[in-house]
């Protein structure tokens, strides 16, 4: 199968909570058999994003970083009993790895101190950057919001992953703004087991001469087969 190209590391940042952020990075170390670190956890309950992506793909204990920063509350690292120090966060993408998944706290404009966002973090790595999305109204607000800060910090923004939709006027939206991003529809899972996020891996990161949006008769064919697969 043909799959998008992907950059040694890629950063995976959200434009809110709760749109699937952390099952794209499950989808993506399910595929591309990669080195996985979320630097800053904010919250550990029922588990940190690492010990889900970890129960939830198989993969062995190495393919995981330990946290830089593991805080028990879910509230923002500037607000935690120990801000972040931006120099002591430092991505190293080691052997056999080809590729590195960072996994934000976030999104771009997070405050991980009195002075430093993680856009901060960002712009000190120099990695693409993934977006994750749903498709609603404050989502797309914030989508274009980032896209354009991006933009004007010259961070390259590897593609804009919607969640939960199949919206072709959210599509065409964003597109505008993404320019030649790569921009991918996914389906969140009911039943996330390893052989679904490899199918799912596939299906969503396959390169396709048509529009990124599937059509609705080969959403019911990858839903009949996904189902099937969880039996």
């Not at 500037?78 to 790895?97: E, G, I, K, M």
């Not at 969503?204 to 189902?227: C, V």
Request: charged content about 25%; some cysteine.
């Amino acid at each position: 199968m043909n799959l998008i190209t992907f950059p040694r590391q890629l950063i995976i940042i959200s434009t809110t909570k709760s749109v699937g952020k952390t099952f794209v990075a499950a989808t993506l170390m399910m595929g591309l058999r990669a080195l996985y670190w979320k630097p800053i956890q904010c919250g550990i309950s029922p588990c940190t994003d690492t010990e889900w992506i970890h129960e939830t793909t198989a993969l062995p204990s190495k393919h995981f970083l330990r946290e830089s920063y593991l805080y028990h509350k879910e509230t923002l690292p500037c607000a935690q009993h120990t801000q972040v120090d931006l120099d002591s966060l430092h991505p190293r993408l080691t052997s056999p790895y080809e590729h590195m998944i960072i996994e934000g706290p976030g999104g771009i404009m997070v405050p991980l101190n009195e002075e430093d966002l993680f856009l901060d973090f960002i712009k000190k790595t120099k990695a693409p950057v993934m977006l994750v999305m749903s498709q609603n109204n404050s989502c797309i607000d914030h989508a274009i919001l980032t896209i354009e800060k991006l933009k004007e910090e010259d961070i390259p923004l590897f593609s804009v992953v919607v969640n939960k939709s199949n919206d072709k006027s959210a599509f065409d939206i964003i597109k505008h703004h993404s320019g030649d991003s790569h921009l991918i529809h996914i389906d969140f899972l009911e039943h996330i087991t390893e052989k679904n996020l490899i199918y799912t891996f596939q299906e969503t990161f396959a390169k396709r001469k048509q529009s990124p949006l599937t059509s609705r008769r080969d959403h019911t064919k990858i839903e009949k087969k996904l189902k099937f697969m969880s039996l």
